[in-house]
């Protein structure tokens, strides 16, 4: 008796969950290649999506890939081409973006109602099915496929593909369902933006603001166009000690009392309700890859967590994605190991870069080294304006376009401590030339730091040990990473010889050859004379 086993009736090879630019950049990347995609969105286009809104330059030149560029619309879009950075309310360095072989010069700023937008329609082109204002509730993995529970304007149904892919953001019922409970408030960052209208200033030009309110994070403004702009503060979520600020109120704080900002909001004023969304950072414990399941962007955690910015991972995991499911559909093979390929790519591009974000934002989580924090970052602003290349590097990383490891080269390391070695001996020689009343008052300064900092350690010492835990948590994270680059240089520079000294031993044997050749010339004419 032949047994015939029951094929599964699949409504699409891939079910994507979340319409942002990852899951619309994955679908059409996919449905390019016929294969069959759903895409889940729980709201209906054109739809807003709290944002910073900068398009950076790594992610114009993913757009470029996928033909939104070439939009009619899309240059009309506000380009940017160079940044400012404030501190304390006043301009400490102005320069260009970054330039960098192969990826265009400029940022632009482009409101997610509209690259949202933009890409939505791209994906639907390709032939990608969208359920709109469809609320995806839950998944179950099988043998041969998965099932997805769906509500649609109240109505229960479910959907069968042979795989999914969760790409609905920070807050992802994928992820939190594939990993069991929400990100750690550790692994979160906070941000709220307003726009506004009726500014002054350059059109071509984001501006940074930092201050010890602030931080860690930042408060920016962004332009949208000529008069209009996207203004917004982001921290840490988890900082030491906590954080009682509400970021509305911050932001309005901020606005009110920052010469350099009000002057540069001038007589502007806001168009809506100030709006805020959480960020899931990397967390290097998690995997992104299962059965028959992937997680990109915002939802594998894919942030820099040093800008908050995600737009460029969600693009560029959207498009690492397609590679591996495209081989997946041909092998007809979803497994975990199949789809390895998709999480050491991303190992391979982000994962150090990731955990070195991560550590910065560990130490500067600590707000009782504000003061210190400050000082740092000046003596780096200080360097990058008489020196170029650290300043490119340094924007870079600021900007996405420089991997943040750059940030621990020895020679950028040595910069940086020449610089301050500078920055402190000229301040010590002012203090000097004050007197031993600035001596002592200094030291009683010092002695009341250490002594808060024993009563705050005494009043939680779970938070500091938490604090101290996952600094060395990400101390392993990139030691890891350190080890297996030098072992990389050390195997390369090993085989590198080998080869060098292959070449020079051919390089010696036919020059020998290339002699007794010459010495038995005259014999061979002799002999045929």
Known sequence: MIHISSIPNYDCDVLIVGAGPGGTALA?????????VIIIEAHSFPRDKVCGDFVGPVAIAELQKLGIAGLEDFPKTNVINKAAVYLDGKEIINRPIPRKEGIPFHGRVIPRMTLDYWLFKKAKEAGARVFEKTRFKSYTITANGVKAEITTQGKNSS???KMIVGA??????VARIFY???PSNFD?????RAYYENISGPQDQCELYFTEASFPGYYWLFPTGKHTANIGVGMVMETLPKNETHLNELLNKLIQEDESLKQRIGTGTPTGKIQGWPLATYNPTKDIISDRLVLIGDAAGLINSLNG??????????????????SCIAADDFSKAKLQSYDQKVAQELRYDLALSNTIIQCIRNRKFNPFWMELLSIMVSRAKIDESYADIAGGILAGMEPANKAIHPSFITKTLVQGAVHFGLKSASGLLKGPSHWVSAGARTGQFVGHMAKEIKNDPKAYTD?????????????S???RDLHQSLSRNSKNHKNNGKENEQYRKTKDDQSIAKVDAPSVRRAQG
């Open 28 to 36: 059409t990347s996919l449905a390019q290649a016929d294969i069959s």
């Open 159 to 161: 959907l069968r593909a």
């Open 168 to 173: 609905d953001g920070s807050s992802s019922t």
């Open 180 to 182: 069991g409970s929400k």
């Open 188 to 192: 979160r960052i906070l941000a709220v």
């Open 309 to 326: 910015e995600g737009i460029q991972y969600a693009l560029l995991s959207g498009r690492w994605a397609a590679d591996t499911i495209k």
């Open 467 to 479: 604090w101290v835990m996952g600094l060395a948590a990400n101390g392993i994270e990139i030691s």
């Open 481 to 483: 990473h350190i080890w």
